[in-house]
């Protein structure tokens, strides 16, 4: 299978700290993307990282991607109550017209106030 | 609010019956993806579409079934269900295919009893 796995998988932490999530994958990749899912709802898309990049920003999002170790990391930066929910790391392989998304298993991620 | 929209949110039915989801997607988004989401398996992709043809397919079992309308939305059909069907089911669309970011709607939970 080319689903991902992704480390830990529950996280829990005091608001203003970082959270650091994992995600390795099998097969090589045309782009990795990081969702989030409040419990039940559905996911939010946070940030893409083509296979030729090697880090992104977006707020207080970090993501790094690393191809020789088919791995990635989400970093949250400064983490506030409302960022409790579940992370997952999709990623597209292979010819990028189909576009399908190859889920990890997810961090569930609780934030305390 | 993704844009894209999903109906019915809750569905509950039972053994041996045949449903069918709805799926509108973005406006201007030609791919429209299925997945399912359970506790056991995790977010599965099922199947895509892309102005109206079949693009790729995922672990769609055989009593399932898609398609896609001349006016982009998407229904997925659902036959002779099975307890182990139970789950949420997401659309997503994108305005590609895999190079962008995919918007997912809010699911549908399908509850079979």
């Known amino acids: 299978s080319q689903q991902g796995e992704e480390d830990p998988q529950a996280l829990s932490i005091q608001e203003g700290e970082n959270a650091t999530m994992n995600c390795s994958y099998k097969?090589?990749?045309?782009?990795l993307q990081w969702y989030r899912q409040n419990s039940g709802r559905g996911l939010v898309h946070l940030i893409l990282?083509?296979?030729?990049?090697r880090e992104k920003h977006s707020g207080r999002l970090r993501v790094t991607l690393d191809t020789s170790k088919k791995s990635s990391s989400l970093l949250i930066t400064a983490s506030r109550a409302a960022d409790t929910a579940s992370y997952f790391c999709?990623?597209?392989?292979?010819?990028?017209?189909?576009?399908?998304?190859?889920f990890g298993q997810g961090t569930t991620l609780q934030v305390k106030p | 609010d993704s844009g894209v929209t999903q109906t019915p949110k809750h569905l509950i039915t039972a053994t041996g019956q045949r449903v069918t989801l709805r799926c509108s997607p973005r406006?201007?988004?030609?791919?429209v993806y299925w997945y399912q989401q359970s506790l056991d398996q995790g977010l599965q992709f099922l199947i895509q579409?892309?102005?109206?043809?079949?693009?790729a397919k995922g672990n769609i079992l055989e009593r399932f079934s898609a398609q896609q309308f001349p006016d982009l939305h998407s229904e997925l059909n659902l036959s002779s269900l099975e307890l182990g069907d139970s789950a949420l089911y997401f659309c997503?669309?994108?305005?590609?295919?895999?190079?962008?970011?995919?918007?997912f709607g809010q699911g549908t939970r399908l509850t079979v009893v």
């Open positions: 999709a990623t597209v392989h292979g010819s990028s017209n189909t576009g399908k998304l190859i």
């Open positions: 990282i083509r296979s030729n990049e």
């Open positions: 579409y892309y102005n109206g043809e079949e693009r």
């Open positions: 097969t090589s990749i045309n782009n």
């Open positions: 997503a669309s994108s305005a590609q295919g895999g190079t962008t970011e995919a918007f």
């Open positions: 406006s201007g988004d030609l791919s």
